[in-house]
């Protein structure tokens, strides 16, 4: 009778997930001092919403919320958004609270302690964005652990097949073993930073794992997806071992330290689909981007699944050309110029004459005239007035943007501060209604909320101690100043939980979750122009005028010593944030060889500056960046959508538009006809040129290079297609072809002998026309804007007469027809 009972109690298991709502980090800081950040809007809908519908998507039947700081705030949001056990939804959500929680580790540790979980359960945390399909990845770990029960992990890990995609992430790299028959990882180590020194460049690879299989795969192109299906015994290790505080740095590298336990983790690589984590403000934007573009459907703002809890209420978006949504009583005046990769929530209003592209605006926002807005993410209830440029920053809900205010890239502007008239914010300043407490500033966000007062927390000892006990005299201080640290935001005991399915975990705690009353009635005097009388608490308040200017509120936020302020920005990266720095070594022995050349005669100093000035030419260093992209995605023999996926990540990370992809895709399929060019003659990309091109200077030849180019032509087509999204796309398409063929700009010196294109123009044009990758309007345009420059310039006009006369002649006959049959 005992296997069936077993068979009963299989049968009665539910697929479970581990959802951690807590950051434990800094990164978001000042904004996770107010409010979790699961709850931050990601494109006007609270992260965690996310990762909730994508659970309940893949048939989970039960998660667990561990909620640290701003628990209530969670629990409210789940309460209302009807995620609870009660709601009209078919997973079941339980929160766990801890207010004394401080790693991910300690999380974990527990969970195990409430035992709680009794089968495989899927951990993920509340900042993750997925539309990948569980069930391989599960069915996977579950005929693993049926043949070993040492398989206790399975973790989801995405490749990335281009730098810029990392570091448009935020992510650090990684070096990652694995055994390619078995996908069982072997080693995971984090690697140092470019400009480290050459010591810690390199790794060291046991040799012992080739002692039970033939060879190794070892990738850095591997990023962890914070998707991991585990057994309980993984909650087990973690309770055995305290000094298990980081998932991966600790735990992952643990246990493949520790290989005679006979403990095993896998690894599930994701094909085709997304899945990314929101880890700091650089993968903010980038997350952003990308479900603005449509990679996460079905979480996309026009299929209206994802829910805003509370008063929030159901969105209302449509889609528009351009990847444009607008809710229900969005005002736009036709003045108003809405670019790609924009959404606007309900009731919004914005002025005559603004500008917005690649942003995000949330509800009930107040844009003045005149405004631009680029790259740039806007809560609710967020006024800006006339004249204010905003460029990849980040608004909190009730700030005000005072007229012709100007927000650099990077900068924070927290909840409810104020931006004086006129005044230029600084590239990546951090702006908050809190003051920040000095001192503090190598706690987590969850320290610095929920500082334990008693000293039992890891690591934290009798340290924890005396935080909490100057914590509350910089609160009582603060107090009587009234200053924006705490006010009078202190909890003490929790308050005893109504019986029901939350689990509580109790202990006083510090709140450090709101500016203090005084600086917030300041801070709106401020924002409405009213007086703040004399003697009161609003006038001891004293913001820092030199970071948000005369007749602004708030208070800057200094980043920890060490942190990576451009690294983890909100702004786009810099293109020279790729490249590495020699170190020390190096450069010294540059310039013991450059020495050699000055006994020559010849000006060493002249030529670092043209080099300088070479290497610094942005549209060069564009052009090199998608001509190698697309020929990496050619040799790897990429799918279509996959090269799309490559070609957009760097268009996003660099900031630019289809149109500057499209033109260099488009020269580097006409250079694939040719022999290879000087900077790809000898690397990893020469097979895939000929080895000798056709004899130009005859018939024959001419006729060769254009049947080698309609080949490419052919295959390429729905790539150019995709990128050029409009008639002006086109014509700017014509116009670098025209620079190609004369071996003019960015193609002057470059090798790639354009020049033979040149005869055989107007055939190239047809092509083109043929495969509907130019249309007969943009074609039509670039001849009347050529018709209007110099003679010099209009040398390829002239080539391309008779085809642009025909062209005419078609288009009056169309009209022609047309009347008739009118």
């Given amino acids: 009778m005992a296997p069936k009972r077993a068979e009963r109690m299989e049968a009665r298991s539910v697929l479970t997930a581990v959802l951690l709502a807590d950051s434990f980090t800094q990164r978001f800081r000042p904004i996770t001092v107010e409010r979790p950040k699961v709850l931050l809007p990601l494109v006007n809908v609270p992260m965690i ?9 893949n048939k989970v039947e039960e998660t667990y919320v561990f909620c640290c700081a701003h628990a209530d705030q969670i629990k409210k949001y789940l309460a209302e958004s009807k995620w609870v056990e009660g709601g009209a939804r078919r997973m079941r959500v339980t929160t766990i609270v801890s207010t004394s929680c401080t790693s991910a580790g300690e999380a974990l540790r527990i ?11 899927i951990l993920v945390s509340g900042d993750t964005v997925s539309n990948m399909n569980l069930e391989p990845a599960l069915a996977a770990h579950m005929a693993r652990r049926a043949a070993d029960k040492n398989a206790i992990m399975t973790m989801v890990m995405k490749a990335v097949h281009h730098p810029q995609q990392r570091l448009r992430l935020g992510e650090v790299d990684t070096l990652t073993c694995l055994d390619p028959a078995t996908a069982r990882l072997l080693k995971y180590q984090e690697l140092p930073a470019a400009g480290a020194s050459k010591s810690s460049a390199y790794v060291k690879v046991d040799a012992a794992f080739f002692s039970e299989r033939d060879n190794i795969l ?19 290790l973690f309770s055995d ?20 336990l006979g403990n095993k983790l896998h690894v599930y690589e994701l094909h085709g689909e997304y899945a990314a984590h929101v880890d700091n403000l650089r993968s903010f ?56 990769d924009v959404c606007i929530g309900a009731g919004t209003l914005t002025g005559e004459q603004c500008r917005i592209t690649q942003s995000v605006i949330g509800r009930h926002c107040r844009i003045g005239k005149n405004v631009t807005i680029i790259g740039s993410y806007v809560h609710d209830n967020v006024t800006i007035q006339d004249n204010v440029v905003l460029e990849g920053a980040l608004v909190c809900e009730n700030a005000h943007i005072m007229a012709g205010a100007s927000i650099s890239p990077g900068a924070i502007i927290s909840f409810g501060v104020v931006i004086g008239p006129g005044h230029r914010v600084e590239r990546n300043k951090r702006l908050s209604l809190c003051r920040q407490v000095v001192g ?48 009078s935001d202190y909890e003490g005991d929790e308050e005893e939980e109504e019986e029901g399915d939350d689990f509580e975990v109790s202990g006083k705690a510090l709140s450090f979750e709101k500016p203090s009353s005084a600086a917030v009635r300041a801070a709106s005097f401020v924002a409405m122009g009213k007086a703040i009388l004399a003697g009161s608490q609003e006038e001891a308040v004293r913001f820092d005028v030199e970071v948000v200017g005369p007749g602004g509120a708030g208070f800057e936020w200094r980043p920890n010593e060490g942190f990576d302020v451009e690294r983890f920005s909100i702004a786009a990266p810099h293109i020279n944030q790729t490249v590495q720095v020699d170190s020390d070594a190096d450069i010294a022995e540059a310039g013991a060889e450059g020495n050699d050349s000055e006994k020559d005669g010849e000006s060493n100093e002249d030529t670092t500056d ?25 040799k790897m023999r990429f799918s279509l959508d996959n090269v799309v996926i490559e070609l957009n990540g760097l268009k ?27 900077a790809y003659a000898k690397g990893e990309y020469a097979s895939l040129f000929p080895a000798t091109g056709p004899n130009i200077s005859t018939q024959e030849g001419k006729v060769a290079l254009l049947r080698a180019f309609k080949q490419q032509l052919s295959s390429w087509q729905n790539l150019l297609q995709r990128f050029l999204k409009n008639e002006d796309d086109q014509v700017e398409v014509l116009l670098t072809f025209e620079e190609f063929c004369s071996e003019d700009g960015v193609f002057e010196k470059s090798g790639e002998k354009g020049s033979a294109y040149a005869d055989i123009f107007p055939q190239v044009l047809k092509q083109l026309y043929d495969l509907d990758v130019v249309s007969e309007e943009a074609l039509l345009v670039w001849a009347a804007e050529k018709e209007h420059a110099d003679e010099s310039e209009k040398v390829f006009l002239a080539k391309a007469s008779e085809f642009i006369a025909w062209l005419k002649e078609s288009e009056d006959e169309d009209e022609d027809t047309e009347d008739e049959e009118d």
């Fill in 285 to 340: 934007d980038t997350v952003s981007q990308d479900i603005l573009q449509r990679w996460t459907f079905p979480f996309v703002p026009d299929t209206n699944v994802l829910q805003r809890g509370g008063a929030w209420g159901m969105p209302t978006y449509r889609y528009s050309r351009g990847h444009v949504y607008c809710e229900q009583q969005v005002h736009v005046p036709r003045s108003t110029i809405l670019g790609s």
């Fill in 49 to 57: 919403e996310y990762t909730l519908e994508w659970l309940a998507k």
């Fill in 111 to 121: 969970i195990d302690q409430r035992d709680i979980i009794k089968s495989d359960f």
């Fill in 610 to 634: 043209d080099e300088e000035e070479e290497e610094e030419d942005p549209e060069t260093v564009w052009k090199a960046e998608v001509i190698e992209t697309f020929l990496r995605c050619v």
């Fill in 440 to 487: 503090l500033t190598s706690l987590s966000d969850d320290e610095l909320e929920y500082p334990t007062s008693t000293g039992h927390t890891s690591g934290g000892g009798g340290e924890a101690v005396s935080t909490s006990r100057r914590l509350c005299q910089q609160e009582s201080e603060a107090n009587k100043q009234g200053l924006g640290i705490g006010g």
């Fill in 652 to 678: 996003i990370a660099e900031d630019r538009t289809f149109a500057d992809c499209a033109k260099y895709i488009f020269t580097a399929i006409l250079s694939l006809c040719l022999p290879a060019p000087p």
């Fill in 218 to 236: 070892i990738r850095t192109d591997l990023v962890d997806c914070q998707i991991s299906i585990c057994a309980p015994e993984v909650l087990m």
């Fill in 241 to 260: 071992n305290f000094d298990y505080q980081n998932l991966k740095r600790d735990f992952v590298s643990g246990v493949l330290s520790e290989e005679e």
